[in-house]
């Protein structure tokens, strides 16, 4: 049986300067976090689903994929709905369909991802966290479903990690050195 805290990571105060630095002036706008990977078909989606869980509306977040699916893969949907992410917010998009928005933070969470990441606008922090393809594991459904869950476990460790720092209200560039830590 996998442990996991059931209650998201508690939203700092709202009345504190937005992310510093940040290419939009408005308060009321939200820090926003992409996810990338290859086929944008389960860790990436995984990682979304796992920072609107943790953190609820307190970012704007997405993923997509180099080269995006045809459907996000089944266990990761069964993931995704065990973390009480709604299923109908996922669906493979490709690097085009979201590189046109400024974001404040993109996360790959895999290698062919990273090494074909596009360039991004300067003013966007970016950052690796490297997560074994668990769609590549072979074997019985039990099997399969153990390396969802490995993944799930590692990003959500990661993203409570970097909830932790507040990354709104840091500067970019002290952002930029603790997500490569992470």
């Known amino acids: 049986m996998r442990h996991r805290i059931e209650h998201p990571v508690p939203v700092s105060d709202r009345s504190q300067p937005r992310y ?6 408005s308060p009321t706008d939200r820090f926003r976090v992409l996810f990338l ?3 944008n078909a389960a860790r990436s989606q995984i990682a979304e689903a796992v920072l609107r869980w943790r953190a609820g509306d307190r970012f704007e977040v997405a993923s997509a994929g180099s ?9 990761a949907l069964r993931i995704i709905e065990e973390i009480g992410g709604d ?6 998009k490709g690097f085009e ?4 928005r400024e974001w404040d933070l993109v996360i790959t969470v895999c290698d062919q991802a990273q090494e074909a990441c596009p360039t991004l606008p300067s003013g966007t922090v970016s ?3 490297g997560v074994a393809d668990p769609s590549k594991v072979q074997g019985g459904e039990e099997q399969r479903m153990a390396a969802f869950q490995t993944a799930q476990e ?3 460790k990661r993203i409570d990690l970097f909830l932790s720092l507040d990354p709104e209200r840091i500067e970019r560039s002290v952002l930029k050195c603790r997500i490569a830590h992470i």
């Open 20 to 25: 510093m630095g940040s290419p939009r002036s």
């Open 37 to 39: 990977c290859t086929h």
């Open 87 to 92: 299923q109908k917010l996922h669906r493979p």
């Open 67 to 75: 080269h995006p699916g045809g459907s996000v893969h089944p266990l």
């Open 97 to 100: 369909e979201v590189l046109e």
């Open 127 to 129: 950052g690796h966290w």
């Open 154 to 156: 590692l990003l959500t």
